[in-house]
Every structure is written in structure tokens, then in C-alpha cells.
């Protein structure tokens, strides 16, 4: 049988011979990160995240594989990336919400999601992620300065839904903070359901000339369309009650300020949410709720969240 010692032996063994193949194949490689933080448009809940300037290099092997695709909209080669450490990046597993580190590797701008095959034994630490993918690049700028004028990014009618926070914070769908708890309202407005009501908008021309935009000047145009979307809100942590008085509170809404009409009779429905290592089941509704409303106003009220919003960065 063998001893705690002998099996400890073992174990070393096996992390040096690890360690040798590491060195042999990462031929010294350095991957440099640098700190990103978040900034959060309050007009429509847009992301951005801000270079900070503060790099960190890190010694490790790096393997990428890439894997082409062709869709209706973008032709790109999805890039995997692990990298793999002979020590735990500790600021990589220890940043706040609003903090993300970027790595760069032979033009490879790179985050990592997950920390995979982990095994005391083996005493190396491998992080994967996907690469940068083209069309979101507009999102990653290297200074405030690289930061779209605070306006809305959105066409649709989000801002009208994010205005309604009277009850709990409401988020854009897929832009939810990291972990955040109840109660809390997401609202996801259906890009195929947005459609137009009026034949075609009214545009201000020429509009408000845009400055540093050379000799055939871009114009800022104000426009307007009657409008229809779908919309689903999910509320988290509402019992039937104050689920009840959020609906009448937007009914209430529609009829005092004419900015969002109904064009169907809402209900409230549960959802079922569960996690099985409990047992539970989350206090998860949606209400879905067709609206009319004018893009003059979604853009004002944008506006107003504008005022109302204070956007900072934080440097952790």
C-alpha cells in the first residue's frame, strides 16, 4: 500500500514533470492584461468598458484555436483562447463587477469567462475565453475620450421602460449586473416586434450641423414615427400584490403622461425558476405588453435619465 508520503512524492513528481512541459512548449511566452473598467450609458443601459491604463504581464503558455464562421450578418473566425499559468493570476480572480481584465496576444484583444481543469495535483491553472469578436469592438475604447456623447443607442422604446424604476431597478435584458438580487425588473423589447405604425417618420432638416465633421458636415436630424413594440418585463422578488400595484402603476402612467400607449390587455403570469440543489423556486413574473408610443418620446425621456443619472467610472 502506499504511504502519505510516498503518494505526496508522487504528487511533486508529477507537478515538476507538468511544469518542465510547460516551460518547454511556452518557449517564455508573456501575456500583457490591461485593466478595463465599466461604464454604464444611463440612457439606455449601453456598455462600454474603458481602458484605466494600468497593465499587469504575466508569464504562461498560450494556445488559441479558431473556429470560422459565416452568418447572415458577419463573417468572422471565433477565436478560443487558454491560457495556462504555473500560479493562480490572483487579479484576475479577484476584480469587482465593473472591473475586467484584458489580455493581448499577437493582436488578440481577450477575457476569459470560466477557470477550467483545475487540479491540485497537477499545480497549473488554465483560464479560457473567447477573443474580442468584430462587431463588439465599438465597445471596448481606450480612454473616456473614446466615449460616444451620452444619447441613446437604442431605437426602440427601452428608455420609456427603464424610466419605470419606481417599484425596483429595471435593467435591459442581457445587461443585467453580475449577482444582483432581488427584487429587480428586466425589460426586453422583442427586436422582431418593432414595427411602425405611421408610413414613414418626420425628420427635421437640415438639423443641428455636427461639429469636426469635415467638409460634407454629418447632421444631428431630430426625428419621429408612431411606433408599436412588444415588450416583456421579468420581475424578480414581487409577490402577487406588489406585482399587482407595479401593473396599475403603469397603467396609471400611460393615462397621466400619454408617453406609451396599451394595445393589449396585460397579464401577470408566473414563471418558474429553479435551482435543483435546493429544492426552490424563485419568485420569478412577466408581464408582456404591446405598446404604441412616439420615438420623439422615448428620446426625451432618454433625455431625462440623462439628468437624472449620475454615470461614473470606478477605479478598483
Excluded: C
Excluded at 12 to 39: H, P, W
Excluded at 134 to 146: D, F, M, Y
Excluded at 200 to 211: A, K, L
Amino acid at each position: 500500500m502506499t504511504s502519505i508520503s510516498e503518494a505526496a512524492g508522487q504528487q511533486s513528481q508529477l507537478q515538476s514533470a507538468l511544469r518542465a512541459g510547460l516551460d518547454n512548449i511556452d518557449r517564455n511566452q508573456t501575456v500583457s492584461f490591461t485593466q478595463y473598467n465599466k461604464f454604464t450609458m444611463p440612457v439606455d443601459g449601453t456598455v462600454y468598458w474603458v481602458g484605466m491604463g494600468s497593465a499587469q504581464t504575466v508569464s504562461g503558455s498560450v494556445h488559441y484555436a479558431i473556429n470560422r464562421q459565416q452568418n447572415e450578418d458577419e463573417t468572422l473566425g471565433v477565436n478560443t483562447v487558454t491560457f495556462t499559468s504555473e500560479e493562480q493570476i490572483s487579479f484576475l480572480n479577484s476584480v469587482s463587477p465593473t472591473t475586467l481584465w484584458i489580455g493581448t496576444f499577437e493582436g488578440l484583444q481577450f477575457a476569459f469567462s470560466n477557470q477550467a481543469d483545475f487540479y491540485q495535483q497537477a499545480d497549473l491553472w488554465h483560464y479560457v475565453g473567447n477573443a474580442l469578436y468584430p462587431a463588439l469592438a465599438s465597445q471596448l475604447v481606450g480612454s473616456t475620450a473614446g466615449l460616444l456623447a451620452l444619447q441613446p443607442i437604442v431605437s426602440n422604446s427601452l428608455p420609456i421602460w427603464l424610466a419605470q424604476n419606481s417599484f425596483a431597478p429595471v435593467y435591459p435584458s442581457f445587461l443585467v449586473p453580475d449577482n444582483v438580487t432581488p427584487p429587480y425588473i428586466v425589460a426586453h423589447v422583442i427586436p422582431e416586434e418593432t414595427m411602425a405604425l405611421q408610413a414613414f417618420p418626420t425628420f427635421s432638416w437640415p438639423g443641428t450641423t455636427e461639429p469636426n465633421t469635415g467638409s460634407a458636415p454629418l447632421h444631428a436630424l431630430a426625428s419621429d414615427q408612431l411606433m408599436r413594440d412588444r415588450v416583456r418585463l421579468t420581475l424578480y422578488g414581487f409577490n402577487n400584490q406588489t406585482a399587482i400595484q407595479y401593473l396599475v402603476a403603469l397603467e396609471q402612467y400611460s393615462l397621466n403622461t400619454d408617453d406609451f400607449g396599451f394595445m393589449n390587455s396585460p397579464a401577470i403570469r408566473d414563471d418558474k425558476r429553479t435551482q435543483v440543489e435546493l429544492a426552490i423556486l424563485a419568485q420569478k413574473k412577466t408581464i408582456e405588453i404591446v405598446a404604441s408610443y412616439y420615438q420623439s418620446t422615448a428620446n426625451a425621456i432618454a433625455q431625462r435619465l440623462i439628468l437624472e443619472a449620475s454615470a461614473s467610472l470606478v477605479i478598483a
